[in-house]
């Protein structure tokens, strides 16, 4: 049987198929089809896998989430929600976009008209105060439909603390809604802080409508096709789901593809032997980083979309800084060089795609340095690269303000970038505790390893891992990822009065939802785990700590902890953190967080190395590349072809179809035996 | 002075403000009290060996602390030369606003850095600490009428000599406070953002040498100058005046003007704050630091593609009377600063949109509005204390956003759930306020109506706000915004304070209510410009009444609602 990861992005669709009889894989890259993505989803199958009957699984890695919600393109949805609080979508938490100039607005995805209150309202300690008017609901939502409302979200104050009113009220709008489109804040983030749990229902609520369409629209086709296995759709939280669970809960996909591509990462890295591994994915218009350590990636509670576009679900982390690629260096008006936020993008893109853009690029400042080839684009969707504009974008621009000629100007532009790029990856680590010189970096997407060797320069970082396949890895990720499911439910009770019995009842619930759910896919799982974890603070702190608490499962029971299990927790948790614990401080349980993972079968990445192959017949002539103030006479490597154990000194380019690997003076590539590429200084050099 | 190339002057540039971030993040990492860790109350930043002006600070802090750290260093600089025995290793720390702005809240931790033994710069964090002493917890005192009175006073003292933390001071300090382990943490953690910072710049210094980052820190205090020049030499010469008005100080109900005449000459500016009030018994005086802050504060929001160093400040003289409210003496109680410096910028802002209407925005809502609902819950304390937000203003680019966070900060609002499951209050209403913006061709954005009751037997309430009988002004012909409204229910029914939104002692039972309804922003350009369809729109959506729509903009917009 086959297995096939398949993570469209905004440029490109990427497949990656894995032969399980045979454990050999092969890759695939298509333009991604627009405005409905299932054409290059089904092309990208098709060409390598004919007869989808082979195929068992297909775990697909998915923007349509994402992209609905940055450009606004979600459905039109209704908002049902307490007395007095319809505007909360709008007020958010009382930010703003910009910390400066006081500019800038805000358009919730639900307009106020659209926001209607019904009499109801639960205090914070569960107490009904106004059991909910049931007739207002049914005639909110009858007024929502006819207003032409494809979805509607319920949105009840204090209902993580007793959902009974929201509960009533969901009920009674599914008999009359035509469609499941009826999100419920309880069901969806059962936690306390109403904006952000509102925001993630009503965003799940605006994605519904689109997404399972997507969906429905992606398995019927494969089914006609012939496939006959499981569809799946990897999370944010980097775990896959049914592809009718994220159907339902849309707004969980939110990070699909990035999240897929850091698991593959942790996945490759920790197999080469290196779990502490910082990621760079140099894209368009960002480089994305992420920080794996110990083999784990980091999950972050809650992300921003766009401003006022609150996601609070687990999601892996990924930090973002607006150089790309396509961002554009500009010199302002004190004569300082700048690099972005402003990009270009793949449309227009860089100088040299010759399709309007005439500012100078992070790109077009690679070609006129001879680090990319300029006859043979990456992607296949130009035949050549106009050095010539690049150059004189980059003189007019640049050189000419600051008194450099093209090619220090364009040396000037990559420093300034690299500083920055560098600057994320120091600031991820430092954020988390960690301090980077221990860590690896691996690139990935289409740029990244055109930058490693200046990120180790820069952050002194000891190797840079460039896998073999850094343009899929997102696809590869698919393929890679465990199936995943995270509940919270808020507690918000002191550990001398908690009621430890009905905690337990909650991890109960939580991990009985979770191995249903595992048992209704039809995936087989090598083994399945849990983790429980209390987001736990001393009385009067609003920040918390994550507390992982150790809980056995007898015969499918819960052993409960008790409290005082949990207050050590809490005290090795908040040590380890803050290096102390406070003697007289009481303690406060906030929030229970439970997972549910089912572990599929890994691949040996071992399937991935080349074959055979000697380092001569990989050799592709040579070119002039410039580094630091010279040219250089550089040979050039089809990567692909170099055979496990080659080392290469450079300065020496490796490429291959979506990706090149630069590998500068002073530093050692080597093929490992999964295909990757480790760079590292040259030994006499250490 | 040695010349840069420009490819390493723009790496360091980056590379230093890196710093200053790392700085910011180790302590929002490690601070105990959620002021500092969760709304980023602080700043770190490089400052010059001679004069402690500001070369590079952290993005991610508080603006108003762009521009007031530069006098915390001075202060220890002129306390370092009195006694002569600055050393390598040594960190001083203080809260005297007088000295260093802002509010005794705000500790300062300051440490030269030497290099090959000589002094090469200073770095300095500042963090709002949770309670430093003083008559009320957490140090926010409307009727405090002098500094005593409002926290426990510590002038520049040496925390650390010479790489020797010094007990008998840390012993003061934590007798001090009310939280001393929540000190202790932030205490730690800007320590920790000291030790990191001087790493860092070891690192830096190792890599660079140091006359060559010397010439990038000059070059980048220059270069910011040459860009604010550039930016005052495009517009014209001359003199604008702008006045407004705080409601009162809390304790006398008379009108204190804030007037500012902004006048430019070629490439300078002159800010003249003659004729604003004296010094009065309240706490709403600021001292000379935080005034010059300020001023940086609005020039920023004006210019915000400038960069945060002092450089931007030099073409720019800030003139204050003594005796004014705005330079006031130590001990005058300086607790409500917020309150000044927001009126500050709106004149600011309206006297400089006469002359660049494009470049700023109308004024926002104009006040912090700390509401405190104090009680008895079986036998414990409770003290529900918070700063609400309203709307900023229109600008040439768009309406004003709907409830946003003041101007001097970026401190967002706690969630009412997580308010309500502390403290025994329900929110009846928590909601964007219709026709609170100022109308204009682009309006202001909304305020926002908090309507709080009370769940307990009895309690206590005090509101230290403003902009209650003065309203936020639009600018280039935009209009004015709603102006700030409070009110508490009692037995015989709805009443406003006397002193319009000041008012302590309010005593509320069970099932009582107060409602804050908070200021928009000031509208920007002529009403008569907005299009008729986004009127109707804005009548469609609630955010306008039909009434007050046709009697801002016309009737033009009801033929678009049919």
């Keep these: 049987m086959k297995m096939i990861g398949v993570d469209v992005g905004g440029t490109f669709t990427d497949v990656f198929v894995l032969n399980e009889s045979t454990g050999t894989a092969e890759v695939n890259k298509v333009p991604t ?24 699984v297909v775990v697909h890695g998915t923007t349509a989430g994402t992209n609905a919600l940055l450009e606004r393109k979600g459905a039109r949805i209704g908002v049902i929600t307490s007395a007095g609080l319809r505007d909360v979508l709008e007020m958010r938490r009382r930010d703003r976009p910009r910390t400066w100039g006081l500019r800038g607005n805000f358009d919730p995805v639900v307009p106020r008209d659209l926001r209607l209150e019904v009499p109801e309202r639960t205090l914070a300690d569960g107490t009904i105060d106004t059991p909910v008017d049931l007739d207002a609901v049914r005639a909110a939502a009858q007024r929502l439909l006819d207003q032409g409302c494809l979805a509607v979200a319920v949105l009840f104050a204090n209902a993580y603390a007793n959902p009974a009113n929201e509960a009533a009220a969901t009920e009674a709008i599914r008999a009359i809604w035509p469609n499941p489109h009826v999100s419920s804040s309880a069901e969806i983030l059962p936690e306390i802080r109403e904006f952000e749990r509102f925001s993630t229902t009503a965003l799940n609520a605006y994605l519904q409508p689109e997404v399972s369409g997507y969906l429905a629209r992606l398995d019927s086709a494969l089914r006609e096709g012939g496939f006959g296995g499981e569809f799946l759709i990897v999370g944010s939280n980097g775990g896959v789901m049914e592809a009718e669970t994220a159907a339902d809960r849309p707004v969980r996909t939110a990070l699909s593809g990035p999240a897929a591509g850091v698991m593959a990462a942790a996945h490759i890295a920790t197999s080469a032997g290196f779990p502490d591994v910082i990621t760079g994915d140099v894209g368009g218009t960002s480089f994305d980083v992420s920080l794996i350590a110990g083999g784990e990636s980091v999950l972050a509670p809650q992300t921003s979309i766009d401003f006022g576009m609150v996601v609070r679900a687990p999601m892996i982390e990924i930090t973002t800084i607006g150089a790309g690629g396509g961002s554009i260096a500009w010199v302002d008006k004190g004569g300082l060089l700048n690099i972005g936020p402003e990009s270009a993008g793949s449309t227009p893109g860089p100088v040299c795609y010759r399709q309007g853009n005439t500012r100078p690029t992070v790109t077009d400042a690679n070609l006129v340095l001879g680090r990319i ?18 150059t004189q974008a980059i003189a007019t621009h640049v050189g000419d303000p600051l008194g450099l000629d093209p090619i220090m100007a364009a040396e000037a532009i990559l420093r300034v970038a690299n500083s920055r790029m560098a600057g994320a990856i120091r600031l991820v680590s430092i954020e988390r505790g960690h301090d980077p010189k221990r860590f690896a970096f691996m690139p990935f997407g289409g740029g990244g390893a055109l930058h490693a060797g200046a990120m180790l320069a820069e952050v002194g970082l000891a190797r840079a891992i460039v896998p073999r396949y850094p343009g899929v890895t997102s696809a590869l990720g698919c393929v890679i990822a465990d199936m995943r499911h995270d509940f919270v439910q808020t507690i918000n009770a002191a550990t001398p009065t908690l009621d430890a019995a009905a905690l337990g009842g909650v991890m109960q619930d939580h991990l009985d939802r979770g191995a249903a759910l595992l048992a209704a896919a039809g995936s087989e799982f090598e083994r399945r785990s849990h983790v429980v974890e209390l987001d736990m603070a001393y009385a009067g702190q609003t920040h918390t700590v994550a507390v992982p608490l150790e809980v056995t499962v007898q015969g499918g029971h819960v052993i409960a902890p008790d409290r005082c299990q949990i207050d050590a927790a809490f005290d090795a948790a908040y040590h380890a953190t803050y290096g102390r614990v406070l003697k007289t401080g009481l303690r406060r349980v906030i929030n229970l967080r439970s997972a549910v993972i089912g572990h599929r079968p890994k691949f040996d990445l071992r399937a991935l190395a080349p074959e055979g192959g000697t380092i001569e017949a990989a050799r592709r002539g040579t070119r002039q590349v410039h580094f630091g103030d010279s040219w250089y006479e550089t040979t050039l490597y089809d990567r692909l072809s170099l055979p496990v154990g080659a080392e290469i000194d450079g300065p020496t380019i490796l490429t291959q ?15 490992d035996d999964f295909g990757n590429t480790i760079l590292e200084a040259k030994a006499n050099d250490i | 002075m040695q010349a840069i190339d420009p490819i390493t002057l723009a790496v360091l540039a980056g590379r230093m403000e890196q710093i200053a971030d790392e700085m910011d993040a180790t302590l929002f990492r490690a601070a105990f009290n959620p002021i500092i860790a969760e709304a980023h109350d602080a700043s770190h930043g490089l400052y010059s060996s001679v004069n402690g002006d500001t070369l590079v600070q952290g993005k991610s802090g508080l603006p108003i602390f762009v521009g007031v750290m ?3 260093v001075k202060a220890v600089i002129d306390k370092a030369a009195a006694d002569g025995d600055l050393e390598d290793g040594d960190v001083y720390i203080f809260n005297d606003a007088h000295l260093g702005g802002t509010h005794l809240s705000d500790m300062r931790l300051v440490r030269p850095y030497f290099r090959d033994g000589k002094l090469f710069c200073y770095l300095a964090s500042v963090g709002h600490w949770h309670d430093v ?11 405090a009428r002098d500094a005593f009175q409002e926290a426990f006073v510590l002038p520049p003292v040496k925390l650390v000599r010479g790489g020797a933390l010094q007990n008998d001071i840390l012993d003061i ?10 000190a202790e943490g932030d205490l730690n953690g800007q320590l920790g953002a000291l030790d990191l910072g001087v790493k860092r710049l070891d690192a830096l210094l190792d890599e660079y040498g140091p006359e060559t980052v010397k010439a990038a820190l000059d070059a980048l205090g220059d270069r910011a100058e040459t860009l604010m020049r550039s930016e005052l030499a495009a517009l014209p010469d001359g003199r604008w005046e702008a006045e407004d008005f705080l409601d009162n100080d809390g304790i006398t109900d008379t009108p204190l003007p804030i007037r500012v005449a902004l006048e430019i000459t070629g490439d300078r500016m002159v800010l003249d704050f003659t004729g604003s009030a004296p010094a009065v018994a309240g706490p709403v005086n600021i001292a000379l630091p935080t005034t010059v802050a300020c001023a940086y504060v609005a020039i920023k929001h004006i210019f915000p593609d400038l960069p945060a160093n002092a450089g931007v400040m030099r073409p720019i003289e800030v003139k204050v009377p003594d005796g004014s409210m705005l330079s006031a003496e130590f001990p005058a109680p300086t607790g409500g600063y917020t309150e000044t410096i927001l009126r500050m910028i709106d004149v600011m802002f309206s006297a400089a949109a006469q002359v660049a209407p494009d470049r700023v925005v109308a004024h926002a809502y104009g006040t912090i509005n700390a509401l405190s609902i104090a009680g008895q819950r079986g036998g414990k304390p409770w003290v529900m204390f918070s700063f609400y937000g309203g709307g900023h203003g229109g600008s040439s680019t768009g309406d004003g956003l709907n409830h946003g966070n003041a101007p001097i900060s970026t401190a967002t609002i706690p969630p009412m ?6 403290y025994p209050v329900v929110f009846r209403q928590w909601a964007l306020r219709p026709d609170s913006a100022g109308a204009g061709a682009q309006r202001g954005g909304l305020g926002a109506v908090y309507e709080i009751e009370l769940l307990e037997e009895e ?26 409204r409070f009110s508490y229910e009692q037995t015989d029914g709805w009443h406003e304070p006397p002193m319009a939104s000041k008012m302590l002692g309010i005593s509320l039972k069970k099932g009582q209510r107060v409602r804050l309804e908070t200021p928009g922003g000031g509208g920007y350009g002529p009403a008569s410009e907005r299009d008729p369809a986004l009127v109707a729109r804005d009548v469609a959506q609630g955010y306008l009444s039909a009434e007050a729509a046709t009697e801002h903009y016309g009737a033009a917009w009801q033929e678009i609602a049919q």
């Design chain 1, 33 to 56: 089809s627009r405005p409905d993505q299932s054409g290059g989803f089904l092309d990208g199958i098709g060409q390598r896998v004919p007869d989808l009957s082979e195929v068992g």
């Design chain 1, 373 to 390: 080839d300029a006859d043979n684009p990456i992607g296949g969707k130009l035949d050549r690269l106009d050095v010539e504009a690049a």
């Design chain 1, 657 to 671: 179809p979506d990706t090149t690997v630069l590998v500068e003076p002073g530093l050692t590539a080597r093929v």
């Design chain 2, 70 to 72: 530069a006098f915390a």
């Design chain 2, 133 to 143: 002493g003083g008559a009320v917890p957490g140090n926010y005192n409307p009727a």
């Design chain 2, 173 to 182: 300090l934590m007798r001090n406070t009310r939280l001393p382990q929540s």
């Design chain 2, 417 to 422: 759930e997580i308010l309500e499951a502390a």
């Design chain 2, 459 to 484: 309690a206590t309430g005090f509101l230290f706000g403003e902009r209650g009988r003065f309203p936020p002004q639009g600018v280039a012909g935009g209009e004015t915004a709603a102006v700030n």
